[in-house]
């Protein structure tokens, strides 16, 4: 499985985004895809996450409210919409595919390169 993550960019304080993450391969229906971010001298924490199929979802405490994450299982495609974004949001947002666990960072075995988000006050 490949990741392509796209969508980053520069936005003001209360701006909104919303990031891309094409799949190409196949994804098993009972594994999670996730957003993570990670800023400059900071660990690598999760955000969202959602099941390939069925309708669990999972944002961490920081964004909910704020983020949403959808996915397009025809389009092998997930989406992170964000929205009343912060200057604290700024930061490296990969995608990631393939774990039976939505917020462990270390048990998913496929990343995409990181798309920057930089949210100026």
């Known amino acids: 499985v490949q990741l392509q993550a796209s969508g980053g960019g520069l936005v003001q304080a209360g701006g909104s985004l919303r990031l891309s993450c094409a799949a190409s391969?196949?994804?098993?229906?009972?594994?999670?895809m996730g957003w993570f971010r990670q800023a400059p001298g900071k660990e690598r924490e999760f955000v969202a996450a959602?099941?390939?199929?069925?309708?669990?979802?999972y944002h961490a405490d920081s964004v909910k409210g704020r983020f949403t994450i959808s996915r397009d299982a025809a389009k092998n495609t997930m989406s992170l919409q964000m929205n009343s974004l912060k200057p604290e949001d700024t930061a490296v947002y990969f995608c990631?595919?393939?774990?039976?666990?939505?917020?462990?960072?270390?048990?998913?075995?496929?990343w995409g390169q990181g798309t920057l988000v930089t949210v100026s006050s």
């Open positions: 990631a595919a393939g774990s039976l666990e939505a917020a462990t960072a270390t048990s998913y075995p496929y």
């Open positions: 959602i099941r390939w199929r069925g309708s669990n979802k």
């Open positions: 391969g196949r994804i098993s229906s009972r594994y999670f």
